[in-house]
């Protein structure tokens, strides 16, 4: 049974960093994995993907401040937050499928497996 758990949500200030972690086990080496975000009363968008060669894509909201990537080593991905604003307030998830790509995509309805998510809260 595949299973994705994030970490490394919390409250930060306008401006501020936070870094998220995910580990997936079993880890898919030749698959490709994405972070999503929600926040209540909206669809659950993709910020960011990497894909099964390391090429990285972000949605345009995030592009310049977001950086994804992975540790295979440690079965894990991450997304490195920078300059973060209210806007970014939401529940991020994350998400890996098995099937290779070229480019990860940034719909959710291209994954398969998903974690619970963790609560990312900006504030003024």
């Known amino acids: 049974q595949v299973q994705l758990v994030e970490s490394g949500g919390g409250s930060v200030q306008a401006g501020g960093s936070l870094t998220l972690s995910c580990v997936i086990s079993p880890y898919m080496n030749d698959g490709c994995m994405g972070w999503f975000r929600q926040d209540p009363g909206k669809e659950r968008e993709g910020v960011a993907g990497?894909?099964?060669?390391?090429?990285?894509g972000y949605s345009e909201s995030v592009k310049g401040r977001f950086t994804i990537s992975k540790a295979s080593a440690k079965n894990t991905m991450y997304l490195i937050m920078h300059n973060l604003t209210l806007e970014d307030t939401a529940r991020y998830y994350c998400?890996?499928?098995?099937?290779?790509?070229?480019?990860?995509?940034?719909?959710?309805?291209?994954?398969?497996?998903w974690g619970q998510g963790t609560q990312v809260t900006v504030s003024s």
């Open positions: 990497i894909s099964s060669v390391n090429v990285v």
């Open positions: 998400a890996a499928r098995s099937a290779y790509c070229y480019r990860a995509p940034l719909d959710r309805d291209e994954y398969d497996y």
